[in-house]
């Protein structure tokens, strides 16, 4: 096989519940994610090295060196399969780069399952999970697709089934975050309040949302601890998701570390709708309609 093409979603989180800072400098956390049909794609070809290129949307931003977590993933399958491995990966990028929608772990997870056929590895997926929490803790969810409760780091992962399937619009912002600096911000924001950080629950009420495919009761009950903080580091937000919620969004949050906003809609039509109202208003540069829950990494 000279070349293998590998598709992988992007995620919202539907509930991001952060838990006090842990010794280790995590938090835990109770993380419902949910892929949605923004995609990556990864081409794997025959090569003496390990390389990356990235082309599409965001490509500017996103780094071709060892950083690349495409790269990270094919060393870190070559290195358990115990041998030399060359690959090219060329990246055709739909994923808003360091925009909360787990871009880079998508990556990463193509890059998994790539490699893994084309150098006719026939590893298990139990094997490559392994290797993914290694990566990072969203890698797994990369991989998994659907929608699914992460609790730990995010890294333990329970699969949910969901009745229906969800319709949203999604807000990419000018200029990412950094995952890092939003913990930093809830963290200092928790500081300053001084009020105590309950232990995250998951949210039951939300749970059975998504099991009925009731996109009223999910877009009442979406909900993300990070938000304040990214917020707070971008207040141009605010008024994104507040224009979201006029134009008849059943619910309007950051996407995880942000700073995507992600509105939940009520069908494919309204999603559209939405997405043109965002726009022609102004309210956001761009916006995407996509549904969810879709599959993980697959080959294609
Ligand atoms: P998450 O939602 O998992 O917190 P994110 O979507 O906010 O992540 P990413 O798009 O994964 O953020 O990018 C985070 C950083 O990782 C980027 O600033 C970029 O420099 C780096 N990076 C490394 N490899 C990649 C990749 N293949 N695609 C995107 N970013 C990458």
């Known amino acids: 096989m000279s070349s293998v093409t590998v598709r992988v979603p992007a995620k919202v989180n539907v509930q991001l519940s952060v838990g006090p800072l842990r010794e280790d400098g995590y938090h835990d956390l109770v993380n419902v994610f949910h892929a949605v049909s923004i995609f990556d794609e990864v081409v794997a070809k025959e090569s003496e090295s390990i390389t990356v290129s990235v082309s599409g949307k965001w490509s500017d ?4 060196d060892d950083t690349n977590l495409a790269i990270r993933a094919a060393r870190a399958l070559a290195k358990h399969a115990g041998r030399t491995y060359g690959a090219d990966l060329v990246i055709q990028k739909d994923i808003p780069v360091a925009g909360g929608m787990a871009g880079g772990s ?3 997870a193509g890059a998994l399952v790539a490699c893994n056929e084309l150098w006719g590895l026939g590893l298990p997926f139990e094997d490559l999970m392994e290797i993914a929490g290694d990566l990072g803790s969203d890698v797994p969810f990369s991989l998994l697709g659907g929608t699914a409760v992460g609790t730990g780091r995010g890294e333990r992962l329970s699969e949910l089934p969901t009745g229906g399937t969800f319709h949203w619009v999604f807000a990419p912002a000018n200029g990412g975050l950094s995952t890092a600096s939003v913990y930093a911000e809830c963290d ?3 500081d300053a309040s001084g009020a105590q950080v309950p232990w995250p629950q998951l949210d039951d ?5 998504l099991g009925t495919g009731d996109a009223y009761s999910l877009g009442a009950h979406l909900s993300n601890d990070l938000q304040a903080a990214a ?5 141009e937000l605010a008024p994104t998701l507040d224009a979201g919620r006029q134009h008849g969004a059943l619910g309007a949050i950051v996407s995880g570390s942000g700073p995507t906003c992600a509105f939940l809609a009520i069908d494919a039509t309204h999603a559209r709708d939405l ?5 022609t208003t102004g309210a956001a540069h761009t916006a995407v309609a996509a549904h969810g829950p879709v599959h993980g990494a697959t080959l294609v």
């Open 275 to 279: 997405a043109l109202s965002l726009t």
């Open 106 to 108: 998508a990556d990463a």
């Open 231 to 235: 917020l707070n580091l971008r207040p």
């Open 205 to 209: 009420t939300l749970m059975e949302a």
């Open 61 to 64: 931003q996103v780094p071709v």
């Open 188 to 190: 200092r924001l928790r």
